[in-house]
T-cell receptor, first 114, second 111 residues
Framework: DAGVTQSPTHLIKTRGQQVTLRCSPK?????VSWYQQALGQGPQFIFQ???????QRGNFPDRFSGHQFPNYSSELNVNALLLGDSALYLC?????????????FGPGTRLTVL | GESVGLHLPTLSVQEGDNSIINCAYS??????FIWYKQESGKGPQFIID?????DKRQGQRVTVLLNKTVKHLSLQIAATQPGDSAVYFC??????????FGKGTMLLVSP
């Protein structure tokens, strides 16, 4: 059983560019959450997708947007990249949005903005 | 909202010792917490969770204690092994299954 997968593994962009990160959830999971993890910090919640809609959003600007496809996979888009967007971006999946549905994380995409 | 923090940034132990990692929280929408282990270059890995109707839960070599009165939880790892070296996060569930993480404690296990 493949767990949560993310692509690409690493990415280097320059300020002002746009980036798209991808996530495939664990088999049987229909909910995808995205987190940003700066170096030396814990992950911070960006948003959550369920039934192809954004259900919850953390304290991130509109430059951060996402999408969920009918097969439950998801994309995270970041526009007008800033140096401060450099981080590990983590995708987590769970079987539904109910409180207590354990979230399983992928390996992350390391984004470097120069 | 939820605020989760850890007492120590780094914990160094000898192989075979028991490790205790602590976590304090201020507010909780759910009193439901998860401990994650994150190895270098990897995503967080689920270790064990505990819900508000419990004060102790045991897994394989791990025990989590929850004290809702003082808003504190701890992760105990028995017979710590070099493979346990990682950063450990406690995370609290907000509403709608979103997680709030603390900064993490790095556990270093020396032979």
């Amino acid at each position: 059983d493949a767990g949560v997968t993310q692509s690409p593994t690493h990415l280097i962009k320059t300020r002002g560019q746009q980036v798209t990160l991808r996530c495939s959830p664990k088999s049987g999971h229909d909910t995808v959450s995205w987190y940003q993890q700066a170096l030396g910090q814990g992950p911070q919640f960006i948003f959550q997708y369920y039934e192809e809609e954004e259900r919850q959003r953390g304290n991130f600007p509109d430059r951060f947007s996402g999408h969920q496809f009918p097969n439950y996979s998801s994309e995270l888009n970041v526009n007008a990249l800033l140096l401060g967007d450099s981080a590990l971006y983590l995708c987590a999946s769970s079987p539904g949005t109910s409180l207590g549905n354990t979230q399983y994380f992928g390996p992350g995409t390391r984004l470097t903005v120069l | 909202g939820e605020s989760v923090g850890l007492h120590l940034p780094t914990l160094s132990v000898q192989e075979g010792d028991n490790s205790i990692i602590n976590c304090a929280y201020s507010n909780s929408a759910s009193d439901y917490f998860i401990w994650y282990k994150q190895e270098s270059g990897k995503g967080p890995q689920f270790i064990i969770d505990i819900r508000s109707n419990m004060d102790k839960r045991q897994g394989q070599r791990v025990t989590v204690l929850l004290n809702k009165t003082v808003k504190h939880l701890s992760l105990q790892i028995a017979a710590t092994q070099p493979g346990d070296s990682a950063v450990y996060f406690c995370a609290g569930y907000e509403e709608y299954s979103t997680l709030t993480f603390g900064k993490g404690t790095m556990l270093l296990v020396s032979p």
